[in-house]
């Protein structure tokens, strides 16, 4: 049996050092004022404390990729494909949630028949490391919707705060080899300690069987009620480490050429579902509302069976109107069925 190891937290810089002579290494970071991952440098701002406002999921699916190029010269047109490979990388520092948003991601495109390869290539070249919470956010419920806090079982390899140090445990080939590396400079060494129980939660929710409830609230005036307050602006989107909503446009170098551009999208644009006929199914808030909540709580749970939820909270600490998803799920286990 595998036994802890651990490096003191004074070495983290030299930890990452290492692991960054072989790949690249995202690490939760402050940049321009705002926490999110990014690539590691000597002068980076690492924020190990807590979770980032951004979601990871930019290293594997990245808000704007480029697909293909093409050229057209009268009748003669040309497409060459752009290579989905990336050299090494490994996400240092994820928490739970983050861990559980991946799975959900690799869900969508790795499964049911489609390997979308863009996706699949950074998946395949990642290492993924967690972290365990000590203390969760205010904003924090990933208890409340199945996922445990302290250590995660897709992760590559797990960590934990042991107060001066951190401990870490390989549970993958991939996290055995990361671990080896390391062991091999000396920055690890066998521990007995272990990372404590985490803080209460402040943010609890009961989400036991609301997949069922909402099949039996497609048309409940609750919609109504919930959508009168959101601006669709998509802030819970492009912060959600589960969204994976995206839309495929173009950019002209000239007349003739130009490069097809995959970027981020959003269900609660009201644009997103626009037909080209001028038809869209989706008309007003109160559908896009239904659409993101019914998504995350039983379209998902339906096709993959978990739910798209991770309890991260960064929707709930950044929507501007406190549209919040704990409330939609109280108030949805609490409606009539009849509305």
């Not at 290579?83 to 996400?91: E, H, K, N, R, T």
Request: glycine share 8%; net charge neutral.
């Amino acid at each position: 049996m595998q036994r802890l190891k651990a490096f003191p937290k004074a070495k983290l810089t030299a930890v990452l050092e290492t692991m960054s002579q072989k790949a690249t290494v995202w690490v939760p970071s402050m940049i321009a004022g705002v926490s999110r991952f990014a690539p590691y440098r000597p002068e980076i701002d690492i924020q190990m404390g807590t979770n980032t406002a951004i979601s990871p999921k930019e290293a594997l699916f990245p808000s704007t990729e480029k697909i293909y190029t093409f050229s057209a010269y009268g009748i003669d047109g040309e497409f060459e494909p752009v290579d989905p490979s990336v050299g090494l990388q490994i996400l240092f520092g994820l928490r739970s949630c983050d861990m559980q948003g991946i799975l959900c991601l690799d869900d969508v495109f790795l499964t049911r028949g489609y390997v979308d390869d863009f996706y699949g290539s950074k998946r395949e070249a990642t290492t993924l490391i967690t972290l365990g919470c000590v203390t969760p956010g205010a904003d924090c419920f990933c208890a409340s919707m199945g996922v445990n806090p302290v250590e995660h079982d897709g992760s590559d390899a797990q960590m934990y705060d042991l107060g001066d140090a951190y401990g870490i445990i390989a549970r993958t080939d991939k996290g055995e080899t990361l671990v080896k590396d390391l062991m091999a400079t000396g920055l690890l060494s066998d521990t007995d300690k272990s990372q404590g129980p985490t803080s209460d939660f402040v943010l609890k929710v009961d989400s036991e069987g609301i997949t069922e409830k909402l099949q039996q609230m497609f048309d409940h005036p609750l919609w109504d009620e919930l959508s009168r307050k959101c601006l669709n602006c998509g802030t819970c989107a492009y912060l959600c480490p589960t969204c994976h909503c995206f839309d495929i446009s173009e950019k002209k170098r000239n007349q003739h050429c130009g490069v097809k551009i995959k970027c981020w999208d959003t269900c609660m644009f009201s644009e997103y579902a626009l037909m080209a006929g001028g038809h869209n199914p989706r008309p007003s808030k109160k559908e896009r509302v239904r659409q993101r909540f019914m998504h995350k709580l039983r379209y998902f749970p339906e096709r993959y069976g978990k739910l798209q939820c991770t309890g991260c909270g960064r929707c709930i600490a950044k929507c501007p109107v406190n549209l919040e998803i704990t409330d939609v799920i109280k108030l949805a286990g609490e409606a009539k069925k009849d509305g």
